[in-house]
C-alpha cells in the first residue's frame, strides 16, 4: 500500500498536465442503481473523496433510470458516469471504459435470478406464471440476462411471467421480493451480495435461484472524445488510486470493493453477445 | 321475616332516603355529562380521524396518481410503503392503490393484497361509501376505519387509494375514558351519599332528640327539656326552645297537681278526723254507760248480756271507723324490710277471729330472710286478706296461708278460703283502677288491693277447689327502699 501523502498523486498530475480545473465547473459524474446508490453517507462521502483527489467540485447525478443517465452522458452533459455494462455495449462505440471495479479480486459479476424465499423453485422453468420484478431494462444483470435465457426458450417476459415490471434498481427488486409483490426477480449479484451482508433484513425473504455466468463488472464510462480532458482523467485517475488513501479505503469497504482497475472492452464481450443474440431472436 | 312495607322507600329514614337521593342525582348528572364527554370525545375522534386521513390521502395520492397514471406497480408500490412508515399515527393496516376498474395494482402488503387482485366484497363496499362520503367509514365491531380517496387526471380516473386504518386505540381510548368515568363518578356518587348521610344526621340530631323525648314522654308521662345548643339553625333551635316550653309547661302543672293533691288530702285528711272522732265518739257514751252498768249490775246474767252484746256492738262500730280511716289514710311508709317473722305475727292477731269462727287454719310461711317490700304495708295487706277469708269462709272451714318469696325479689302472700267465692262486684275491685271504696262489702280487699298497687304489684284470683284463692304479690321496691306513700 502506498504512503497516505501518495493519495491522488496521479490525479493531481493526470490534472495537471490537462490543465486546471475550472473552479465553477464542478465535475459532473453520473450514478446509477448498479451500486447502492440510495446510500446518501456512501454517496456523502464518495463525494468527498473525489472532490478531495480531484481538487475540484464534484457533482453527483442521480437519476431514477440508466436511460437517463446514458442519454446525459452522449449528450455530453455528464463528464462520466457508473453505467451498467449493457449500455455500455450498446454505446461502446462512442464510450470509453475509465475503469471498473474489483470484486473479490475479479471485475467480474453475476447475474443472479432470485425468488421469494416462500417457494419451491430451482430454475427459471418453474418461475413461469409468477409475477417478476426486473431492475431496469437497460440493466445486464436486472434485465438482459434473464431476458437471454427467455429468449433462449423462446419467449418474452410478458409472456413467461406474469405481470412483470421494472423496480428501477436491484435494492427495489430485493425489496419487492422480500415484501411479497413480486415473486421472483432479476438482480445484480453482487448488489444481493452486499445488501445480504450489510442489510440482511431486506434479503432474508428472498432466495438466489440461479446464477449467471460471469460477466464484466458495470464500468465507469465517459464520452470517447472525452477521454483526455481533465475531468475524465482525474476521476479516472482518483477512481484507480482509491484504495490508496484512508478515505477511499472507507468508501470501497462500504462498497464491498476492492478498488478500480483499467479495463478493455472485451471485458464485456460477453453481454455484447447475449445483447446480440437476443436482438436476433426477437 | 322482613316486613313488606319495610321496602317501601317512603318507609325509609331521612337518613337513608336523601343520601340515597344525593347518590341517584349525582349518578344522573354524572350519566348526562359522561354522555356528553363520550359524545365529544367521539366526534373529536372522528374529526380528528377525518383530518388525519385527509392528510395522509392526500400526500399518498400526490405520490401515488402518477405511479397510477402509468399503472406502474413499484412506484405505487415504493410510495405506500414508504408512506407506511411515515403515517404511524393513522395505524393503517392496509392500504393499496386500485386501477379503474377494480383490480389491485399494488398494495403495502402484497402477500395478502396481491397486485391484480380484488378488494374483498366487504371492503370494496366500505371503500365505495368512503370515497363518497369523502370522510372515513367506521367499523366499530372490527375496530377498522376505511379510508379512500379517488384519483383522477382531470375527468378521467387513474385509480384509487383505498386504506384500513386500526382503530383499536381510539375505541381503546373511549373504553377508558367511560371506565375513568364510571370508576370516577361512582366515587363521587359514594362520597356524596357518605357525605349526606353524615349531613342529613347531624342536621335531623335535634329532630331526632325531640323525637326520643316525646317517645319518653308518651311511656312516662313526664317530658323531659333537651339541650337547646344541639340545635342547629333557627328553626331547630325554635323546635328545641318550644318542646323546652312545653316540658316546663308540663312539670309546672305537674307540681302545681300535685300540690293540689298534697292540700285537698290534708283536708280530707281533715274531715275524715273528724268524721272520725265523731263516729268513735257517738258509741263511747254508750259504751261507758254499758261499763257503768256491768259495775252496777254485772251480777245480773241477763243485764250482763245486754251490756256485753251493747259494749261488743259499739267496739265493733269503733272498729269498723277505724277501719275506714285506716283504709282512707295511711301515714309515711315504712323503710324497714319484710321478715317471716313480721306475717308470724299475724297469726296471733288472727288467732281469735279464727278460733271465734271455729275455723282450721293452715299456715306455711316459706320466707328466709328479709325482702325489700315495705312490712307495713305487706302486713296490712296480709292481714286485710286473712280477716276477708276468715269472714268469708264458713263455720269449721279452713283457711290457707303461704307466704313465700316472689321470683325476681320481694314476697308472694297467698290466702284461700273456703267460702262461696268472690261476688263480681267484690272480684271487680281486683282490677278497676281507681274508684272509691264499695258501700256494701269489700273494704279490706279495696284496701289490700290498692296497698298492692302502691308497692308495684298486683292480687290476683286463681282457680281453687276449696273457695278463693288470692295471691298478692309484693315485688321489692328498689335499693334504697323509697318511702311509699300509699294512698
Known amino acids: 500500500m502506498k504512503a497516505p501523502w501518495l493519495i491522488g498523486r496521479r490525479a493531481l498530475l493526470a490534472t495537471a498536465a490537462a490543465g486546471p480545473v475550472h473552479a465553477a465547473a464542478p465535475v459532473r459524474f453520473g450514478l446509477t442503481p448498479v451500486f447502492l446508490d440510495s446510500d446518501l453517507a456512501l454517496l456523502r462521502d464518495l463525494g468527498r473523496h473525489l472532490e478531495a483527489a480531484l481538487g475540484s467540485p464534484v457533482q453527483l447525478v442521480k437519476r431514477r433510470t440508466y436511460q437517463e443517465i446514458v442519454a446525459m452522458l452522449l449528450a455530453g452533459q455528464l463528464d462520466a458516469a457508473w453505467i451498467c455494462g449493457f449500455p455500455y455495449v450498446r454505446h461502446a462505440d462512442r464510450l470509453s471504459l475509465l475503469a471498473v471495479p474489483l470484486h473479490r479480486g475479479r471485475p467480474l459479476y453475476q447475474s443472479y435470478l432470485i425468488a421469494d424465499a416462500s417457494l419451491d423453485v430451482s430454475s427459471i422453468d418453474d418461475l413461469r406464471g409468477h409475477s417478476h420484478a426486473f431492475s431496469d431494462p437497460d440493466s445486464n444483470s436486472g434485465f438482459l440476462v434473464t431476458r437471454w435465457l427467455l429468449s433462449a426458450r423462446h419467449e418474452r417476459p410478458e409472456g413467461f411471467f406474469n405481470r412483470p415490471f421494472f423496480a428501477y434498481g436491484h435494492r427495489n427488486v430485493l425489496r419487492a421480493v422480500g415484501a411479497g409483490l413480486a415473486d421472483s426477480g432479476s438482480v445484480d449479484g453482487y448488489v444481493w451480495e452486499t445488501v445480504a451482508d450489510r442489510e440482511p433484513a431486506v434479503t432474508a425473504g428472498t432466495r438466489v435461484v440461479a446464477h449467471s455466468e460471469w460477466h464484466g463488472f458495470p464500468p465507469i464510462c465517459c464520452l470517447s472524445e472525452s477521454r483526455d480532458g481533465p475531468a475524465a482523467r482525474g476521476l479516472a485517475a482518483a477512481l484507480l488510486e482509491m484504495r490508496e488513501s484512508e478515505s477511499g479505503q472507507r468508501v470501497l469497504e462500504t462498497l464491498r470493493l476492492d478498488g478500480f482497475v483499467s479495463a478493455e472492452p472485451a471485458l464485456y464481450d460477453s453481454i455484447a453477445r447475449m445483447a446480440a443474440e437476443v436482438g436476433a431472436r426477437t | ?487
Open chain 2, 1 to 487: 321475616m322482613i316486613r313488606l312495607d319495610a321496602l317501601d322507600p317512603r318507609r325509609w329514614p331521612l337518613a337513608v332516603r336523601v343520601p340515597l337521593i344525593v347518590a341517584v342525582l349525582v349518578a344522573g348528572v354524572a350519566l348526562a355529562t359522561g354522555q356528553a364527554v363520550l359524545s365529544r370525545l367521539a366526534r373529536d375522534q372522528e374529526r380528528h380521524l377525518s383530518e388525519l386521513a385527509s392528510a395522509f390521502l392526500d400526500g399518498l395520492a400526490t405520490a401515488v396518481q402518477p405511479a397510477a397514471a402509468r399503472a406502474d406497480i413499484w412506484e405505487a408500490f415504493d410510495a405506500l410503503d414508504r408512506a407506511r412508515a411515515r403515517y404511524g399515527a393513522l395505524r393503517p393496516m392496509l392500504f393499496a392503490v386500485l386501477l379503474p376498474d377494480g383490480t389491485v395494482l399494488a398494495s403495502a402488503e402484497p402477500r395478502s393484497i396481491p397486485s391484480g387482485t380484488r378488494l374483498a366484497a366487504a371492503l370494496a363496499a366500505q371503500a365505495d361509501a368512503a370515497a363518497a362520503a369523502g370522510r372515513p367509514v367506521l367499523d366499530a365491531d372490527a375496530a377498522t376505519a376505511v379510508l379512500a380517496r379517488d384519483l383522477a387526471e382531470g375527468d378521467v380516473p387513474v385509480g384509487r387509494i383505498v386504506a384500513q386504518a386500526d382503530i383499536g386505540p381510539l375505541l381503546a381510548e373511549r373504553r377508558a375514558v367511560v371506565r375513568t368515568l364510571v370508576l370516577a363518578n361512582g366515587a363521587f356518587a359514594l362520597v356524596f351519599a357518605a357525605a349526606g348521610v353524615l349531613l342529613v344526621r347531624h342536621l335531623l340530631a335535634p329532630a331526632d332528640l325531640v323525637r326520643r323525648r316525646l317517645t319518653e314522654a308518651a311511656r312516662s308521662g313526664r317530658p323531659v327539656p333537651v339541650d337547646e345548643t344541639v340545635g342547629i339553625g333557627p328553626e331547630h333551635a325554635a323546635l328545641l326552645a318550644a318542646w323546652n316550653q312545653a316540658a316546663a309547661a308540663s312539670a309546672e302543672r305537674e307540681a302545681m297537681a300535685a300540690r293540689l293533691a298534697k292540700e285537698e288530702r290534708h283536708a280530707q285528711v281533715g274531715r275524715l278526723a273528724a268524721a272520725m272522732a265523731h263516729e268513735v265518739n257517738n258509741p263511747l257514751g254508750g259504751l261507758i254507760t254499758a261499763v257503768d252498768t256491768l259495775s252496777d249490775h254485772g251480777d245480773d246474767p241477763e243485764v250482763r248480756a245486754e251490756a256485753l252484746g251493747l259494749l261488743r256492738r259499739g267496739l265493733g262500730d269503733i272498729r269498723n271507723v277505724v277501719r275506714a280511716g285506716l283504709a282512707t289514710w295511711r301515714g309515711a311508709a315504712s323503710t324497714v324490710a319484710l321478715a317471716a317473722q313480721d306475717f308470724d305475727d299475724l297469726r296471733l292477731l288472727v288467732r281469735h277471729e279464727v278460733a271465734r269462727r271455729g275455723l282450721t287454719l293452715d299456715w306455711r310461711n316459706e320466707l328466709s330472710g328479709e325482702v325489700a317490700v315495705d312490712r307495713t304495708l305487706a302486713r296490712q295487706v296480709a292481714l286485710n286478706l286473712l280477716l276477708n277469708a276468715a269472714t268469708a269462709s264458713p263455720p269449721h272451714g279452713t283457711l290457707r296461708f303461704r307466704a313465700s318469696e316472689l321470683h325476681g325479689g320481694g314476697a308472694v302472700v297467698e290466702v284461700t278460703d273456703a267460702g262461696p267465692g268472690l261476688p263480681p262486684a267484690v272480684e271487680a275491685l281486683l282490677h278497676a283502677r281507681d274508684g272509691p271504696p264499695p258501700e256494701d262489702g269489700g273494704l279490706g280487699l279495696w284496701t289490700a288491693v290498692r296497698l298492692v298497687r302502691s308497692l308495684g304489684g298486683r292480687i290476683v284470683r286463681l282457680p281453687s277447689d276449696t273457695g278463693t284463692r288470692l295471691v298478692a304479690e309484693l315485688p321489692a321496691a328498689p335499693a334504697p327502699m323509697e318511702a311509699v306513700h300509699a294512698l
